[in-house]
């Protein structure tokens, strides 16, 4: 197994994204190769015990920039040039920190979509009080039919069977009541084709169930799923800051700070978008890992061991023969 790694995107990089590849080559035993500039990169390789090849890419996507400018203009780019050694078959799987949206739209014209998914969706992983469900879209499509839903619930069903190793996941959609009047016209008729299928569909869920652990599989647009999303991130934020402060508060001996620091230590990862790694690009044809922007050398060692998971277990060729089986490719669209 081959994985490529696109060094030059995210806020740290390269350095954060050379030390996950550093740190995830001592626990797999894959080859990694590195995608981006070889002058900036190969300074951070000095302390690497085995040479990791480079694949020479003169562009960098920067964050602001318009996805459809980028892919189109930037040919030459580290996300471009990443996706283009899995279209060719160079490599198994690619994980980039970069651009979100060119990364999609890159994966999205290069790979191509699996027949019958017409639309890709970024999966997130969420910490609940049973364990880890998973959110999608959370980002990959704004716009979402009816269809669409009904496509990322099979997906996200599949992938928490094969990845998460969920028996049979229970699948939610995100509405504003239980009810299957409730919502605007797009989610009801979801509501409706979801309900008709052989997926373990629980019906509707609102925010306040998200977390609850009984909702393996939670569906939304990708403009719910974001704003969703970054709104966990930035309360999860504040609540580790808040009950740091209330500890600090509490507990003035150093005994009692010690009795504490292990379980807050574990609040903290288990609230921590590095502990699960990146987020997967469904429904293309290649295993495309999204890390996020920020991402420290622990979130892109984890997105690294997501790749190699998703080629071992070979998630896409189950999604896509869910949909050649079940003919979901004969369906109108809503």
Known sequence: MKIAVDAMGGDNAPQAIIDGVLSALKEIKEEIVLVGDKEKISPFLKKASSKIPIYQASEVVEMDESPSFAIRKKKDSSIVKAIDLLKDGEVDAVV???NT???????TINLKLIPGIDRAALASPLPTTKGVS?????????DS???NLFQFAIMGSIYSKKIMEKENPTVGLINIGEESSKGNYIVKKAYEIIKASNLNFI???EGRDIFS???DVIVCDGFVGNILLKSIE???????VLLKQEIDKRISSKFGAFLVKDAYKAFKNKLDYASYGGVPLLGTGGYCIKAHGASSSNAIKNSILVAEKEVKTGVNKEIQKYFESNHVTERTQV
């Not at 949206?101 to 994966?107: D, E, F, K, T």
């Not at 998973?134 to 704004?142: E, F, Y």
């Not at 930035?234 to 580790?240: K, P, V």
Request: hydrophobic residues 50%; glycine residues 18%; charged residues 10%.
């Open 96 to 98: 980039t920190a970069g």
């Open 101 to 107: 949206g060119a990364y999609v739209a890159a994966a």
């Open 134 to 142: 998973l959110l999608l879209d959370v980002g990959a499509t704004v």
């Open 145 to 147: 039919s009816a269809e």
């Open 203 to 205: 019906g509707n869920i």
């Open 213 to 215: 652990g009984d909702i």
């Open 234 to 240: 930035g309360f999860t934020e504040t609540l580790q």
